[in-house]
């Protein structure tokens, strides 16, 4: 058991039938009265985001999420294909329970498969990923302001905030958790 003094990010436990994430947490005292946990919490399963404060004390089960390494092979009629490395079995997941995780992967990028009780519920692509930038705005000559960024959609069509710098053919390599330009490569 888990108690709620004891939230992380990150952190999932079982509450009233459902599987829930910790998004954020913040333990509160108040001048007056008992400390909480304010916290906010997603619903693996169905993506919903609720905020809640609880009882330090409050104990939960913990929800054991299995994690399985995967190779996104391709899409298809609104499925993503995934293969274990291990056993070559293939695995059609809905674009509609991925959401907007496959906008940094590739084909042939190893993925981690997350599900519950067998239930695909989500992915978690590679922290890093390098992609070729597709197209972009050129960078105009003086235009050198500090921290000056331009939108550019790289090859799986996400588009990313990129320096002036930048052009159309480079490759960079962005942090796939905040969606953020970190390199050229």
Do not use: W
């Not at 952190?11 to 954020?24: A, L, N, R, S, W």
């Not at 108040?30 to 997603?42: I, L």
């Amino acid at each position: 058991m888990i108690s709620a003094g004891d939230f992380r990010n990150g952190m999932t436990f079982e509450m009233d039938g459902g599987v829930f994430q910790v998004v954020e947490f913040q333990h509160v005292k108040p001048g007056k009265g008992a400390a909480f946990v304010r916290t906010k919490y997603k619903n693996v399963i169905t993506g919903a985001i609720v905020e809640r404060s609880f009882n330090p004390t409050d104990k939960f089960e913990p929800a054991r999420i299995d994690r399985r390494e995967m190779q996104y092979l391709y899409s298809d009629d609104g499925l993503y294909y995934f293969m274990d490395n291990e056993t070559y079995e293939q695995t059609p997941i809905n674009a509609d329970t991925l959401g907007d995780a496959m906008k940094f992967v590739k084909e042939n990028d190893i993925c981690k498969i997350l599900s519950f009780k067998g239930n695909v519920f989500g992915i978690e692509p590679p922290i890093f990923v390098e992609l070729e930038v597709t197209e972009t705005e050129p960078g105009f000559k003086g235009d050198t302001a500090t921290g000056a960024t331009k939108p550019a959609t790289v090859e799986t069509g996400a588009l990313v905030k990129v320096p002036l710098f930048v052009n159309i053919g480079d490759v960079i390599r962005i942090d796939t958790r905040t969606g953020e330009y970190m390199s050229r490569v």
